[in-house]
């Protein structure tokens, strides 16, 4: 079993549409959880970065932790074209103070139809 | 630009050659880290380094890997003899101790 499970999709929404991302984790270690935008043949690109449970918002993104289920959310309201690319989850522990390396998810393909 | 920066961003190489690829990070940044990532998967952690020690290194990371971080600054990750498994985007990253890590663009490993 992978430390994190992510749906692979791909995920077709229309334009306007929310969106709700999704990433299952195993090691209750974890601390630190992070989402990232991928566009083809790029680097990732640090959207949302929340440290333990709760929720974050910030413009149209919100990410949720659910430490308690280790499960964890990113959703996107009014879903924009520009928003298609792959979306992957990732989550770090920390020791001794310090974040500890990413292990991501397999990332999920997003299409936004115009 | 003070984002992270990869040179290359394309390498296509011969099976058997060595290849070296560069990384600079965000400036105020300790923390330093390669990944490999293939078609269709996440990224995969391979080291990182806290100044210039290496202090972790990924079971994937063959003794034909090896990488370095001088002085604490830049890095490099070099392939010996490379594979045509090899084949994949290696992605650096940068952060401070208990922050956000940030990714730069990749390079791009062809081996033909």
């Known amino acids: 079993q992978k430390e994190v499970e992510q749906d692979p999709g791909p995920l077709s929404v229309p334009e306007g549409a929310i969106v709700s991302l999704n990433c299952t984790y195993s090691?209750?270690?974890?601390?630190?959880f992070m989402w990232y935008r991928q566009y083809s043949r790029k680097g990732p690109e640090l959207l949302m970065y929340?440290?333990?449970?709760g929720n974050k918002e910030d413009g149209r993104f919100t990410a949720q932790v659910d430490k308690s289920s280790k499960y964890i959310s990113l959703f996107i309201r009014d879903s924009q074209p520009s928003d298609s690319a792959t979306y992957l989850c990732a989550m770090s522990a920390s020791y001794g103070g310090a974040t500890n390396k990413l292990i991501f998810g397999t990332g999920t393909l997003l299409a936004v139809q115009p | 630009d003070t984002g992270v920066s990869q040179d290359p961003r394309h390498k296509i190489t011969k099976r058997g050659q060595n290849v070296t690829f560069r990384c600079d990070p965000i400036?105020?940044?300790?923390?330093l880290y390669w990944y490999r990532q293939t078609l269709g998967q996440g990224p995969e952690f391979l080291t990182y380094?806290?100044?210039?020690?290496?202090?972790?290194k990924s079971r994937l990371l063959s003794d034909r890997f090896s990488a370095e971080r001088p002085k604490g600054s830049f890095s490099t990750l070099e392939i010996q003899r490379t594979e045509q498994g090899d084949s994949a985007m290696y992605l650096c990253a940068s952060s401070r101790m208990s922050t956000e890590a940030f990714f730069g663009q990749g390079t791009r490993l062809t081996v033909v």
């Open positions: 929340t440290y333990s449970s």
């Open positions: 400036s105020e940044h300790n923390r």
């Open positions: 090691n209750s270690a974890f601390q630190y």
């Open positions: 380094f806290q100044n210039e020690a290496q202090l972790e």
